[in-house]
């Protein structure tokens, strides 16, 4: 019996180690995203809608994430997001649909392309501040809808363009869409690990020192010019990244799709959820876009009036930027702080009732 | 084109040598800790190989009847717990046979008789009968062969650790001696390339030197022609009425602002004259310059050791693709900076706030994190904008020896500029007056006080 305690005790140790790594809840976060697909695979008649909820979900997390290191580290606020997103569909869509290009070589060129996207951006932003910043970048939006709109050879107008097949490495597959949801769930992993890590090393408290105060940041060496580019690289190689995976699992993409409701729509996850957390981020896309797809479009009252769902989420937004500014992730947090202190105070009562005075 | 050539190699040599030395220093400041961590490991595996070796034991210790210190803390454990046990079953008995006004006596007896077999139970399992000769010798081997088995296992463990230790021990060295070699060389080659620096600019023991510094903010001079120099290891003061231009002064040595007319040299970390006029705001750090401002700058989302990090910001040597994957080096150095913050904060008496935030922290308190972050940079030179502004007299006190205790102990030159005249009087060894840009006087404090010219500056002439 004692040998068989001290055992169990060693495991424990171990099991906490495990639990109490960082990245322990990205996975467990990946796993649950993955739930649903694992039981489609097993046999089980699950309605794509269902699917198609968790699909997007996590590829909006991902936007969601660069724009966090933006907002949230960087302090800018940029409306510009929907047409990187748009760049990459396109991309995806133009070169695998004419030149027949391998989706990895694909992916490549995306991040080069971002990073050069990101640079003049970012070299915009050196001379502009707050709103007037949102206003620039939402006009970068929208000419690039337009040129969504009227380039028509490569994106196929406002008819929208399909995407034919992935090609791996020489021919054309239909790939499975299963294994496609599985390759972003990994991704989405790996991305949420990556920005972690950025968040907490000295370029993350680099980049918070210069949210903070600008001049008390150069102070300390930080150089402005480096990290405004730096932040808007690295929110615009998340966001055409989440575009690439976009058009690999829903094989399509139309103008009106990346316009200002969706910059919007992001902005609104990231400062529901909590800029600075990433399970923050998590809870608030999966507010924002999740909630709706997954769980109210389920229900017929909202499958009938499509617009109710709209005003639901306009609520959610007030009444968390009301009560929660630093989002829900800190309700969250401080209701589990009140759980662990009414358990202590019950667990003290509890003790000084046995151990306290014989009642006899 | 020879000087030309010459400046070029002069800047690679220097550029070297400083990566180097931060590569010594990097080195020499791991070593201690990485034995700590190979110690610590050894420990804890030798505390764990012992407790599996009791747990293996345990089953022929009691069978034996050896009683070791082990097996009676484990005895009297569950004597506790079965203790506990029926205390709580009594009280509830007792409850219930009061609400039923039933008498006590023939249920707890009973209560008492099941604790009591239970107890028994436990030490006849702890402390068994004997054995037979034959049984007890066979079992005595087997005992000896496990123990012997675990012996032989911790000296094997205990030859891996050593040999580790040196390894690291002797690897390290080499790699510090590898680097002090070439920094030696290195600075032979400078001595024998050393093209005259213009020393002349500086005399001996300045350290920060400003001529004919001038600025203008559209038509009003806010300093007009004004030059002094600051001593090595000195703590200068830069007094004068509101408005006067002090803190238009600092931002030009710290580069915030261009000054429109004027120099200012500085002998840099390397012992270096360096122009300020062509260094980059963002880079003044690195020469050796660090400041604080006048309202506490500090980043709130972060907890005070990390705030002294963003600090050292300028010391790490990982790049941006290693802190996305987190890289070895980063960790290493990570490690490295976080005992040096912490003996910064240690030194200062602030250890206690390392893992708080700094929102809500007292405002004497922050003005002094503030100062222990400009010692994460080893700076040559402290400049202080308004230190004691906003502190009442006994913050002011403890901020004056932290002052001292921050020249003696980092040998750092400090230069503030204050309105508190005691504190003035008190801590500074020159004082240099001025009013509307201009240098009235400079002196020593005492000199200062008996001065004509600034009591007119200050209080109005007749």
Same mark, same amino acid.
């Given at each position: 019996m004692i040998y068989q305690n001290k055992m169990s005790a060693d495991r424990k140790a171990k099991f906490s180690a495990i639990k109490h790594h960082p990245y322990f809840g990205f996975v467990i976060i990946t796993f649950l995203m993955l739930i649903v697909q694992l039981l489609r695979v097993s046999g089980l008649d699950i309605p794509v809608a269902l699917l198609r909820a968790f699909g997007y979900t996590m590829i909006y997390i991902i936007i969601a994430l660069g724009f966090s290191v933006l907002l949230g580290y960087g302090g800018m606020a940029s409306l510009g997001t929907a047409g990187f997103v748009g760049i990459g569909t396109y991309v995806v869509g133009y070169f695998t649909n004419q030149h027949e290009m391998s989706i990895f070589l694909i992916i490549i060129i995306t991040i080069l392309g971002a990073i050069i996207i990101g640079a003049i951006v970012g070299f915009i932003s050196l001379r502009i501040e707050g709103m007037y910043l949102a206003i620039i970048t939402l006009g970068l939006s929208e000419i690039l809808n337009e040129v969504f709109k009227n380039a028509t050879t490569i994106t196929n107008g406002t008819n929208g363009l399909s995407l034919d097949g992935i090609v791996l490495f020489n021919d054309a597959i239909q790939v499975n869409h299963n294994t496609i949801f599985i390759a972003i769930a990994v991704i989405m992993l790996f991305m949420m690990i990556i920005t972690l890590n950025l968040m907490k090393s000295p370029t993350g408290r680099a980049l918070l020192a210069m949210r903070n105060s600008q001049s008390a940041a150069q102070a300390l060496g930080v150089s402005i010019f480096k990290y405004r580019l730096l932040a808007f690289i690295t929110s615009t190689v998340y966001a055409l990244l989440g575009g690439v995976m976009y058009m690999t699992y829903i094989g399509f993409s139309i103008p009106s799709s990346w316009s200002l409701a969706f910059s919007l729509n992001i902005l609104a996850a990231v400062i529901v959820g909590g800029a600075q957390s990433i399970y923050g981020i998590v809870l608030g896309t999966f507010m924002i876009f999740g909630l709706n797809l997954a769980v109210l479009q389920q229900i017929p009252l909202f499958v009938q009036n499509p617009a109710i769902s709209v005003v639901f989420n306009g609520l959610l937004i007030i009444a968390v930027i009301m009560f929660y500014p630093g989002g829900l992730i800190r309700l969250i947090g401080s209701i589990g702080h009140q759980i662990k202190l009414k358990t202590q105070q019950w667990k003290k009562k509890r003790r000084a009732y046995i151990y306290g005075d014989d009642p006899e | 084109m020879a000087t030309i050539l010459n400046k070029v190699k002069l800047w690679y040599l220097e550029k070297r040598l400083t990566s180097h030395e931060i590569k010594l220093d990097f080195n020499k400041n791991y070593l201690p800790i990485k034995k700590k961590e190979i110690d610590e490991k050894y420990n804890n595996k030798c505390v764990m190989m012992n407790l599996k070796m009791k747990n293996d034991l345990l089953s022929y210790d009691i069978s034996l009847g050896i009683k070791s210190e082990f097996l009676a803390q484990e005895f009297?454990?569950? %004597?506790?717990?079965? &203790?506990?046990?029926?205390?709580?079953?009594?009280?509830?008995?007792?409850?219930?046979?009061?609400?039923? %006004?039933?008498?006590?006596?023939?249920?707890?007896?009973?209560?008492?008789?099941?604790?009591?077999?239970?107890?028994?139970?436990?030490?006849?399992?702890?402390?068994?009968?004997?054995?037979? &000769?034959?049984?007890?010798?066979?079992?005595?081997?087997?005992?000896? @062969?496990?123990?012997?088995?675990?012996?032989?296992?911790?000296?094997?463990?205990?030859?891996?650790?050593?040999?580790?230790?040196?390894?690291?021990?002797?690897?390290?060295?080499?790699?510090?001696?590898?680097?002090?070699?070439?920094?030696?060389?290195?600075?032979?080659?400078?001595?024998?390339? &050393?093209?005259?620096?213009? %020393?002349?600019?500086?005399?001996?023991?300045?350290?920060?030197?400003?001529?004919?510094?001038?600025?203008?903010?559209?038509?009003?001079?806010?300093?007009?022609?004004?030059?002094?120099?600051?001593?090595?290891? @000195?703590?200068?003061?830069?007094?004068?009425?509101?408005?006067?231009?002090?803190?238009?002064?600092?931002?030009?040595?710290?580069?915030?602002?261009? #000054?429109?007319?004027?120099?200012?040299?500085?002998?840099?970390?390397?012992?270096?004259?360096?122009?300020?006029?062509?260094?980059?705001?963002? %880079?003044?750090?690195? &020469?050796?310059?660090?400041?604080?401002?006048?309202?506490?700058?500090?980043?709130?989302?972060?907890?005070?050791?990390?705030?002294?990090?963003?600090?050292?910001?300028?010391?790490?040597?990982?790049?941006?693709?290693?802190?996305?994957?987190?890289?070895?080096?980063?960790?290493?150095?990570?490690?490295?900076?976080?005992?040096?913050?912490?003996?910064?904060?240690?030194?200062?008496?602030?250890?206690?706030?390392?893992?708080?935030? #700094?929102?809500?922290?007292?405002?004497?308190?922050l003005k002094k994190i503030e100062l222990a972050r400009t010692l994460m940079v080893n700076p040559n030179l402290i400049i202080l904008d308004e230190p004691a502004a906003g502190l009442n007299d006994a913050e002011t006190e403890a901020l004056v020896k932290t002052i001292r205790k921050i020249r003696d102990d980092y040998k750092t030159t400090i230069f503030l500029v204050e309105h508190d005249m005691t504190l003035v009087m008190e801590i500074c060894d020159t004082v240099c007056a001025i009013s509307f840009g201009k240098k009235l006087a400079i002196g020593t404090p005492k000199e200062i006080q008996s001065s004509k010219v600034v009591r007119e500056a200050y209080l109005g002439g007749e």
């Open positions: - | 009297e454990t569950e %004597n506790k717990h079965i &203790e506990h046990k029926y205390h709580w079953k009594k009280r509830a008995l007792v409850q219930t046979l009061k609400r039923k %006004n039933i008498s006590a006596g023939e249920e707890l007896g009973k209560l008492e008789n099941e604790k009591n077999d239970l107890l028994e139970e436990i030490k006849s399992k702890f402390y068994p009968k004997s054995l037979d &000769e034959t049984e007890k010798e066979g079992l005595e081997v087997k005992y000896q @062969e496990i123990k012997n088995s675990y012996l032989e296992k911790k000296n094997l463990s205990t030859n891996n650790y050593s040999t580790k230790l040196e390894k690291f021990v002797s690897k390290t060295d080499e790699v510090i001696k590898n680097y002090e070699t070439k920094i030696v060389a290195i600075k032979k080659q400078l001595q024998t390339l &050393e093209v005259k620096v213009d %020393n002349g600019i500086l005399e001996d023991g300045e350290l920060l030197r400003l001529d004919h510094l001038s600025m203008n903010f559209g038509g009003l001079k806010a300093v007009d022609d004004l030059s002094f120099s600051v001593k090595e290891g @000195e703590i200068f003061g830069l007094i004068g009425p509101n408005g006067a231009g002090k803190t238009t002064v600092f931002n030009c040595i710290t580069r915030f602002y261009k #000054p429109t007319f004027g120099e200012m040299h500085f002998k840099n970390k390397l012992n270096d004259i360096t122009d300020l006029n062509g260094i980059v705001v963002h %880079n003044i750090i690195k &020469e050796g310059i660090a400041r604080t401002f006048q309202n506490v700058e500090m980043i709130w989302e972060l907890n005070i050791l990390e705030n002294l990090l963003v600090a050292g910001h300028t010391e790490y040597r990982s790049g941006f693709f290693g802190h996305l994957f987190n890289s070895r080096l980063l960790r290493q150095e990570e490690v490295v900076m976080k005992m040096k913050a912490q003996k910064i904060l240690e030194d200062l008496d602030l250890f206690q706030y390392a893992y708080q935030y #700094p929102m809500g922290l007292p405002y004497g308190t």
